[in-house]
């Protein structure tokens, strides 16, 4: 994933653990050159830059199930019923557990988007993992919990600087619909005066585009436009919905696109204008959005739905190539999220996010003369064999090195529970 793509056969990457970074890659037989402590490897195992999810909100684990056969508007107010309730407490114990998944999932960075977004970050900051965090403002619903704009964006502000990098701020308007005009413009301001970028969701369903024509006369793409949102760079979550005139309007400013086949073809939403999007070097990435929806985190899935997804929208085969996925999902992803000269491929001087997997003989046949093709279509989460983010061992073999998952998994089981008796439900 370097601008070289390169891809060396037997491979070494030595890594610094004090400084979180890569050292050097090279070929394994020139090993001696370097003193190292310790070694892993071997035969069979393949080493990718660590994968990244651009839009997700992963306390949503504790939901799990909620919503299930619903879509747009009548989706979200169930879901923001039991999000009304919701304590931060149970916040921080579902995202622990939601980065163990994503980290057995061979994710290394994630974009989130929630309420109590401060637990998110502890739990961030607790397990080692690597994010991009944003504090949701939702103003049009009676239920979901209410952060205000400034509030989001003092939470943004206190990760501006980004330190070591590894957890990274944005404004977290949820979007078009559910925020007033007002207050949708004022985050555009904050945006240009302080250079956080937004984070939102972004002509999603179709119940969207209704709302927005009925309420504004025009379509998301247009009325972002208008707004002065586009122009700020944003990360706009799905667009599904594009008219011939809105893929002009969106190609013009190139805001960042983070798509999520799964969830949206899974509430019975249509199939975004990837192709055309990227053909116009509009920057689109990969995302699983919450696991309420999509309850496995996993970008291997997703890469490989994109690509049904996008081969049966435009009618032909490989309307997204593997190359072009395993780039959505890893430096596609990192320019997305800022972290261009962060992480996104592994080349010395980069943080040292990377992702070992040890896949099975069978997944491997054409592994020498297709990479791409091997990695995406025939490799799935179950081949990870280690996760390394910022250097340092987060998922070794079935271990997380950072949480104690059996602990996590049963305070999860039992704030849901409590959950679900507060929301008088026997089940979600
Ligand atoms: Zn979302």
Known sequence: MNSREEVIRDGLVVVDDN????????????????????????????????????????????LQGAGAGLTGFDWLRTIWLLESILKPRQVYVASKLAIALLLENGVTTFADHYFYEEEVAKAVEETGVRAVLAKTVIELSDYAPKHSLEDSLNFALRYKTGGDKRISGMIGVHSLYSCSLDTLR????????????????FSES?????????????????????????????????????????????SRYKPCIAYSPFTIMSWGQGIARVRELLDRKVNVSLATDGPVTDGDLSIFKQMKLAVAAQSSRYLKPNALTPKELLEMATIRAAECLGLKGVVGSIEPGKYADILVLKPSKARLVGLHDNPY???????????????????RILYHNGVFKSIDVEETFEKVVEERSRLLEEAGLRHL
């Open 19 to 62: 400084r979180g970074k890569i050292e050097a890659v090279d070929e394994y037989e020139n090993k001696d050159k370097y003193f190292c402590d310790e070694l892993y490897g071997g035969s069979g195992f393949i080493i990718l830059p660590g994968l990244i999810n651009t839009h997700t909100h992963i306390p949503m684990i504790i």
């Open 373 to 391: 093709s091997t990695l995406v279509m025939n490799v799935n989460s179950g081949s990870v064999y280690m996760t390394i983010v910022h250097g």
């Open 206 to 250: 179709l119940h969207e585009i209704e709302y927005i024509s009925r309420r504004y006369n025009t379509s998301p793409a247009r009325l972002a436009q208008e707004i002065g949102l586009l122009k700020l760079n944003p990360l706009l979550a799905h667009a599904t919905y594009l008219s011939d005139e809105d893929v002009e309007v969106v």
């Open 186 to 201: 004022r985050s555009a301001e904050l945006s240009e005066s302080t250079g956080l970028r937004i984070h939102m969701h």
